[in-house]
C-alpha cells in the first residue's frame, strides 16, 4: 500500500499522559499536514510541514502539542499532558506542492485519541 | 478565507443520482472549488474541484453556476459505498496550504 499511514490507529490514555503519533507520508511528497477532527466537525487544521520545516501552526497547537518532521519524510505529532478535551481523531495528509495551486491532499486513515 | 454553506444531510435512494448543493456567495475570482468527502472511519478523500466550468471525472460531476456563488456535486448513480460526508471547499488559486473544512453534508444511500 502506497497511501498515507498512521501508527497507531487507537490509543487510549489516561489524563496527564505523553502520548506521540506517527505519519508516514506518500514517498515523494514534499508536504505533511496535520489535522484534528472532533465527533461531527470537519477536520482542523493543526500544522503542516515542507520538508522538515514547519511551515505553519494553527492556535490550535497549544504548547503541550509539537510536532516534528526531522528529515522531511515521516512526522510525528506528541502531545504532552494529555487532557480530556484532547480527545479526537488526528489526521495526517501529505501532497505534492508544485507551488501553485492547492494540489490534492491525501489523508490516512487517522489515529484515534481517547483520554481518559 | 471565503465561507461555503451545506445543507447538514441528506437522503438519496441506491441507483439515482443524488445533487449535492453547496452555496458560496462570497466565492472570489481566485478561489477554487473542491470538493473532498469523508467515509465513515476513514480520512477524506480527494473527489473533485473546478473553477469555472463544469467538470467531470469518474466518480462524480461538479456543476458550478454561472456567477461562481453555487455549485453542485453530482452523482450519477449512488451505491451504498457513496455514503459519507461531503465538503465542500474553497481554495485560493494561488495558495497551496491548508484545507479549511466546514460541517459537510452527511449523504445517507437508502437501499
Known amino acids: 500500500d502506497t497511501g498515507v499511514s498512521q501508527d497507531p490507529r487507537h490509543k487510549i490514555t489516561k489524563r496527564g499522559q505523553n502520548v506521540t503519533f506517527r505519519c508516514d507520508p506518500i514517498?515523494?511528497?514534499?508536504?505533511l499536514y496535520w489535522y484534528r477532527q472532533t465527533l461531527g466537525q470537519g477536520p482542523e487544521f493543526l500544522t503542516y510541514?515542507?520538508?522538515?520545516?514547519?511551515?505553519?501552526k494553527s492556535r490550535l497547537l497549544s504548547d503541550r502539542f509539537s510536532a516534528e518532521r526531522p528529515k522531511g519524510s515521516f512526522s510525528t505529532l506528541e502531545i504532552q499532558r494529555t487532557e480530556q478535551g484532547d480527545s479526537a481523531m488526528y489526521l495526517c495528509?501529505?501532497?505534492?506542492?508544485?507551488?501553485?495551486?492547492?494540489?490534492?491532499?491525501?489523508f490516512g486513515p487517522g489515529t484515534r485519541l481517547t483520554v481518559l | 478565507d471565503a465561507k461555503t454553506t451545506q445543507p447538514n444531510s441528506m437522503e438519496s435512494n441506491e441507483e439515482e443520482p443524488v445533487h449535492l448543493p453547496c452555496n458560496h456567495s462570497?466565492?472570489?475570482?481566485?478561489?477554487?472549488i473542491h470538493w473532498y468527502r469523508q467515509l465513515p472511519s476513514q480520512g477524506p478523500e480527494y473527489v473533485i474541484h473546478?473553477?469555472?466550468s463544469n467538470v467531470n471525472n469518474r466518480m462524480a460531476s461538479l456543476a458550478i453556476a454561472e456567477d461562481r456563488k453555487s455549485s453542485t456535486l453530482i452523482l450519477h448513480r449512488a451505491t451504498l459505498r457513496d455514503a459519507a460526508v461531503y465538503y465542500c471547499?474553497?481554495?485560493?488559486?494561488?495558495?497551496?496550504?491548508?484545507?479549511?473544512f466546514g460541517k459537510g453534508t452527511r449523504l445517507h444511500i437508502l437501499p
Open positions: 495528509a501529505s501532497s505534492l506542492s508544485s507551488g501553485s495551486w492547492g494540489n490534492e491532499q491525501f
Open positions: 514517498s515523494e511528497h514534499n508536504r
Open positions: 510541514f515542507q520538508n522538515e520545516a514547519q511551515l505553519e
Open positions: 462570497t466565492i472570489s475570482g481566485t478561489d477554487y
Open positions: 473546478g473553477l469555472t
Open positions: 471547499i474553497l481554495r485560493d488559486v494561488g495558495r497551496d496550504d491548508k484545507i479549511i
